[in-house]
């Protein structure tokens, strides 16, 4: 069965990698969403006045992976207690935000989310949002560090293998690898 998921954690880039490898994961785009612009693009993203923020749509096989899966992976490729900011990248558009599809999703998202405010000695700054509208980028940010692959990237690939494998074994909870 398919199922959307819909995260912000920095730049797209890295983030859209990072899902890619996830089993189970059939299809990711990335766009801008969160925001009032019909039709936005990354210059007026850019420009922080849209209230748009990069995101990675991720379409996956909810018999392959579950949900709580992917939660595991978002929590883990960014740090969430950065308000408007992650690696290099600053600005509003790179906000730490999980948008549900769906009330189970809402549910897990506040759950791990709060799991997730034990691990850290700062305040998480995440928000959760009901998914909005979703406006795939331009063609040159798709698949971005496969085709650049000495491209900039906050996430740690490095950590990303390790997720999936404590995903695979069926670790539990979401809780920091």
């Keep these: 069965m398919k199922e959307k998921a819909t ?3 920095g730049c797209f880039w890295g983030v859209e990698a990072a899902f890619k490898k996830v089993p189970g994961v059939i299809k990711t785009r990335v766009g801008y969403t ?15 006045e849209t209230g748009h923020v990069e995101a990675c749509e991720v379409t996956f096989d909810t018999r392959k992976v579950a949900y709580k899966d992917l939660l595991k992976v978002f929590w883990n490729i960014h740090d969430p207690t950065q308000k408007d900011r992650q690696g290099n990248d600053v600005g509003t558009q790179y906000r730490s ?7 189970k999703q809402r549910d897990l998202a506040y759950k791990t989310k709060e799991e997730m405010e034990e691990t850290y000695d700062l305040p998480i700054v995440t928000q959760i949002h009901p998914v909005c509208k979703f406006w795939e980028a331009e063609k040159y940010h798709r698949d971005y560090l ?3 692959p000495g491209g900039y990237c906050h996430v740690d690939m490095h950590k990303v293998d390790k997720i999936i494998k404590s995903i695979k074994k069926g670790d539990g909870g979401p809780a920091e690898i």
């Design 97 to 103: 935000v999980i948008f549900y599809h769906n009330e």
């Design 34 to 48: 969160g925001g009032d612009l019909s039709n936005p693009d990354y210059r007026t993203v850019c420009e922080e």
């Design 146 to 148: 496969d085709t650049n």
């Design 7 to 9: 995260f912000g954690a």
